[in-house]
């Protein structure tokens, strides 16, 4: 049994376009912008990180709140990449709660 190929979506604008347009005003997860977008999750953040660098020369800004271990409540704060971190450096936890990210 063959698959078929798979038809992508028509876009009328491109990806960052639509992720900016789904954060202005509201905040999400990079999973939840991935099912928004129609692309994995780890495309999202190499979208987010370039969509962050052009707002900085505009009036909006990429707000990121920062990932949070649920087993110890550390908050990544100072944490230069956007991705969800792998493991707690406190308590070596993996279960962590993702970034979510907004545009103001």
């Given at each position: 049994m063959q698959k078929k190929p798979s038809i992508p979506k028509e876009r009328n604008e491109?990806?960052?376009?639509?992720?900016i347009s789904e954060l202005d005003?509201?905040?999400?997860?990079?999973?939840?912008?991935?099912?928004y977008v129609g692309v994995r999750e780890?495309?999202?953040?190499?979208?987010?990180?370039?969509?962050r660098k052009t707002l900085e020369r505009g009036e909006q800004k990429?707000?990121?709140?920062?990932?949070?271990?649920?087993?110890?409540?550390?908050?990544f704060k100072k944490r230069e990449r956007i991705n969800k971190p792998?493991?707690?450096?406190?308590?070596?936890?993996?279960?962590?709660?993702?970034p979510l990210f907004s545009i103001e």
């Amino acid at each position: 049994m063959q698959k078929k190929p798979s038809i992508p979506k028509e876009r009328n604008e491109t990806i960052r376009k639509q992720i900016i347009s789904e954060l202005d005003g509201q905040t999400f997860s990079a999973k939840e912008i991935s099912g928004y977008v129609g692309v994995r999750e780890k495309e999202v953040y190499e979208h987010l990180d370039h969509i962050r660098k052009t707002l900085e020369r505009g009036e909006q800004k990429l707000t990121i709140h920062p990932a949070e271990c649920k087993k110890c409540g550390f908050v990544f704060k100072k944490r230069e990449r956007i991705n969800k971190p792998g493991r707690c450096p406190m308590c070596r936890g993996e279960s962590i709660e993702e970034p979510l990210f907004s545009i103001e």
